[in-house]
């Protein structure tokens, strides 16, 4: 407001006391004005016809329509004496007005003043030359805001604000609960959330809780630009979050995210935050759980969508379910599965990190930027719209690495495949390949491979065949045991040094002179066997 504006109010509201038989002295105590001003302002209303002679009182002629001025405008003493800096701005009055319509700010016109106006020019008096002249910049001209109309079921506009600092009975923190409203364009029926947060499930799911109660999907939905939905906000075109995108996909409308600072492009919803806090003022400050305020809150909305609207004079609810429920969109038969998107650098073996696990993408790509979404089964990465790898979400505690056969370094593939196990034991014989298969088939991890490691190290100290006759006897008696087959080898490997420590035993020579030739036992055997037949003993 200016001060000429405001002198015309004071003065309309001192004339008007005095219409209505108000004294100077009543004047003065309610108005804090002086007394010198409103008797002033008395003779010039006596001169208008305002009151009559007397002062107060209704006069013959009535007061002009608000706002106009009821008084002419006293003209500015300064006015005939004008300074040199103010006949120099003036000799450039033309171009000073080309760059207010042109939107320049005040102080960059000043800056780019021709170099021998800007010589003898302060700031300040270039100010009150703007000021003295009228000539105040956009502002003062108005901007013309067309107005907002959406057909039935078009448009969903939502807005956040701030609800109230409250201590959540649950964890005794301080906390802010942030409302989450949203308005249909054409019904101007008026939905309400209440949230802790404002990421991207939250949003989204607040968004699909809103489709529900309404039983459909408008064909888009208007917004401002927060982070979980405009990754960059663009006067032009924004860079959608693409978990965002998918949700419309899903649901079959798209995002409309208004320029920075353009609220007013909105409309409809941003007078809502502070009505919503209105509602809860019956609570006195009480909370109890942010599902039992948010119910208190939207019976009061529910009750606000009965009543006639401000703006349109007709009742958001009725105009709701004649009009524009049926224009909405069918909601899909499956609820959209909710993802998490995010991004990172591939790391110097192959890895990329994602919600505390380390999924592998290849070592070739590393230093690059790869997009990773990920639902709650599993996990996709892209680089450059380019798929690279699909895994299933890991969950286990334990598991810290996700990675391919293909993406695993040799020594890694080794730890996790049997098959390496029983395709080195078949190098040293059959029988070393089964009994590795049977240690590996008892299923106890690390225990079994240090056995099967144990076994197939031996052939450092023996023999392929003699490991093998080893694993075959340790089989014979049903034993997965390392023990067992180091003991088998080295029973061997002593019998064998036993062998090789005794004397050979030498033939026996031609016989002695009492002995008889084993021949001739040879031929007496046919005869025992004969009589013993017959029944002889």
Same mark, same amino acid.
């Given at each position: ?5 405001? *002198?015309?109010?004071?003065? *309309? ?39 009559? !002679? ?14 106009? %001025? ?8 300064? +006015? ?42 302060? /700031? ?45 009975? =649950?964890?005794? /923190? ?22 802790? *947060? ?62 920075? /600072? ?7 919803? =941003? ?20 599902? +039992? ?14 009543? !006639?609207?401000?703006?349109? /004079? ?42 505390? *696990? ?20 599993? &996990? ?9 790898? &699909? ?5 286990? !505690? ?24 029983? =395709? ?11 009994? &590795? ?65 005794? !004397?050979?035993?030498? %033939? ?6 009492? %002995? ?20 002889? %003993?």
């Amino acid at each position: 407001m200016t001060l000429t504006t405001r *002198r015309r109010l004071m003065d *309309r509201k001192i004339v008007e006391l005095l219409m209505n038989g108000a004294s100077v002295m009543d004047i003065v105590a309610s108005l804090k004005v002086g007394k010198g001003r409103i008797k002033k302002l008395r003779e010039k209303a006596k001169a208008c016809g305002y009151v009559p !002679p007397e002062g107060r009182g209704a006069g013959p002629a009535a007061l002009p329509a608000y706002p106009a %001025a009821i008084f002419p405008d006293e003209a500015d003493r300064r +006015a005939g004496r004008q300074s040199a800096e103010h006949q120099k701005l003036e000799s450039i009055r033309s171009w000073i007005e080309g760059r207010i319509q042109a939107e320049w700010d005040p102080i960059t016109i000043y800056e780019e003043l021709p170099k021998e106006v800007l010589a003898e020019v302060s /700031r300040s008096s270039f100010y009150r030359y703007l000021a003295r002249s009228g000539i105040t910049g956009v502002e003062g001209e108005g901007r013309v805001i067309p107005e907002i109309a959406h057909d039935p079921g078009e448009a969903l506009i939502l807005d956040w604000g701030k609800m109230c600092h409250v201590v959540d009975p =649950e964890s005794g /923190r301080k906390r802010i609960a942030w409302a989450f409203i949203g308005v249909m364009g054409y019904s101007r029926l008026r939905l309400v959330r209440l949230v802790w *947060r404002m990421d991207v499930e939250t949003t989204l799911r607040a968004v699909e809780s809103m489709f529900r109660e309404l039983g459909g999907v408008p064909r888009k939905i208007t917004i401002d630009n927060p982070k979980c939905i405009a990754l960059n906000a663009s006067l032009y075109e924004p860079l959608l979050n693409p978990v965002a995108e998918r949700f419309a996909g899903h649901y079959g409308f798209f995002w409309e995210c208004l320029p920075p /600072r353009e609220p007013q492009m909105k409309g409809h919803v =941003e007078k809502q935050v502070p009505y919503m806090r209105r509602l809860r003022q019956a609570r006195d400050g009480a909370w109890e759980s942010i599902e +039992a305020e948010e119910a208190y809150l939207r019976g009061k909305v529910g009750l606000a969508n009965d009543k !006639p609207h401000g703006t349109t /004079r007709r009742r958001p609810a009725e105009v709701w379910a004649a009009e524009e429920k049926t224009a909405m969109k069918r909601l899909p038969a499956l609820e959209y599965a909710m993802e998490q998107y995010s991004e990172g650098l591939v790391r110097r073996d192959g890895y990329v990190r994602f919600d505390n *696990r380390y999924y592998a993408v290849g070592a070739g790509l590393t230093g690059k930027l790869v997009t990773i979404i990920a639902d709650s089964k599993q &996990v996709t990465i892209y680089r450059e719209s380019q798929l690279l790898e &699909v895994y299933e979400r890991s969950r286990d !505690p334990r598991q810290m690495k996700v990675a391919k056969q293909h993406h695993l370094k040799p020594w890694e593939q080794n730890l996790g495949d049997s098959g390496f196990y029983v =395709e080195r034991a078949g190098r040293l014989g059959p029988n070393v390949s089964k009994w &590795v298969e049977e240690v590996l088939k008892q299923g106890q991890g690390f225990v079994d491979t240090r056995k099967v490691w144990g076994v197939l190290s031996l052939d450092k100290k023996h023999k392929a065949a003699e490991i093998d006759q080893a694993c075959g006897l340790a089989l014979a008696l049903g034993s997965t045991s390392y023990r067992v087959v180091v003991r088998f080898l080295e029973n061997a490997k002593f019998a064998a040094a036993q062998s090789a420590a005794l !004397p050979a035993i030498p %033939a026996p020579g031609g016989g002695h002179k009492y %002995a008889r030739s084993m021949a001739e036992y040879k031929d007496l055997l046919p005869g025992i066997w004969q009589h013993k037949e017959e029944g002889h %003993a």
